[in-house]
């Protein structure tokens, strides 16, 4: 019995191996992560690069978003050219 658990990843009644270990931490942080609440956007004023215009422009329509890593950033358009611009990182 001890040898057949063994051979498949299992060892003295764990029922998962390291692998799908993993898959499970990760699909759980991702879950959880999705249920985050985004901060509503309120007049968040954040320069941004456009790398269309070449150069650092006020976002317009700015919105506060939470990356899948769980990094805060803030995504936008350029007011010159509606090309769509990211910071990452939180907002001043």
């Known amino acids: 019995m001890n040898a057949v658990l063994k051979q498949k ?15 499970f931490r990760h699909k759980l942080r991702k879950a959880l992560i ?5 901060p509503p956007s ?4 954040v320069e941004a690069y456009c790398v269309k215009c070449r150069k650092k422009v006020e976002m317009k329509n700015a919105q506060a978003v939470t ?7 803030n995504k936008g358009e350029c007011p010159g ?8 990182g939180k907002s001043k």
């Open 67 to 73: 990356m899948k890593n769980g990094r805060p950033a």
């Open 81 to 88: 050219c509606g090309t769509g611009v990211y910071r990452i």
């Open 34 to 38: 999705s249920m985050a609440p985004i």
């Open 9 to 23: 990843g299992a060892y003295y009644g764990h029922l998962f191996n390291s692998f799908d270990m993993r898959l």
């Open 42 to 45: 309120v007049n968040i004023m």
